[in-house]
């Protein structure tokens, strides 16, 4: 299945193509870049494959948490892809993304071992998002019998310290968070005490390539998302949203 894929929700972001076991991708590391950035991006991963976005039959796309204004750019031009081509389009979670890469960057054979071995233990995963203003976007990764083999939720916005006390011992975690919260949680004693267990660094981050994979998981299980619909999960008002909220009698 050609399948194009676009992960918009950070800053830095990532566009995919996948067909045939094969797999291109290419990074977006100029920080806030992907309207200018995306289209062309796109063109390129799949011609690198042999075929442009025009034949892509699957469209996988973040819908959240991230930024505001990245999930817009992701999400507007994966709906227009899919009115375009007739494309099948699946929005997927990051933290869903983020839970499946922790599995294969702490041991690129798990996926394999599990599946002749159904009994290897998985442990559920709490991510964490930046949401600004001090504080986080939270949800547990749980393993389950689901077509992408996860489960997530609840998602919550919360504080550091609120997201430390639901935290037990020897709790696995990851998200892109880490990058910003590895100083305190070196020297937070509640943190220290708890034994984390920190996901390998490359797995922090969403990448475009994983996003597809659960696109054709999901797809082939029967999903699929309405291109007139399809949203971001913001988690969060818009600032929009809050300062109308506030003015509303």
Not at 122 to 151: K, N, Q
Request: aromatic residues 4%; glycine residues 10%.
């Amino acid at each position: 299945m050609k399948t194009l894929a676009i992960d918009s929700s950070l800053p830095a972001g990532s566009v995919a193509a996948l067909s045939e076991g094969r797999v291109a991708q290419q990074l977006l590391p100029e920080a806030n870049a992907h309207a200018r950035r995306i289209a062309a991006a796109l063109t390129e991963v799949a011609g690198s494959l042999g075929w442009t976005p025009g034949e892509a039959e699957l469209i996988g796309v973040v819908r959240g948490p991230g930024s505001f204004t990245g999930l817009r750019v992701g999400i507007a031009t994966a709906k227009a892809l899919a009115w375009t081509t007739g494309a099948t389009l699946i929005g997927v979670s990051g933290f869903e993304v983020i839970a499946r890469q922790c599995l294969m960057f702490a041991n690129p054979n798990a996926s394999e071992t599990r599946s002749k071995n159904p009994t290897v233990p998985l442990h559920p995963i709490s991510i964490v998002y930046d949401a600004g203003r001090g504080e986080l976007f939270t949800a547990e990764a749980v393993p389950a019998e689901s077509a992408t083999g996860w489960r997530v939720g609840p998602e919550s916005l919360c504080t550091v310290e609120g997201w430390l006390a639901t935290l037990s011992h020897g709790s696995h975690i990851s998200g892109p968070a880490l990058h910003a919260l590895g100083d305190r949680l070196a020297a937070d004693p509640l943190a220290r005490r708890l034994d984390l267990v920190i996901a390998p660094q490359q797995a922090w981050l969403p990448t475009a390539s994983e996003v597809g994979a659960i696109a054709i998981l999901l797809a082939s299980a029967g999903e699929a998302h309405n291109p007139h619909t399809l949203a971001p999960d913001y988690l969060r008002p818009t600032y929009a949203h809050e300062n109308n909220s506030r003015s509303s009698p």
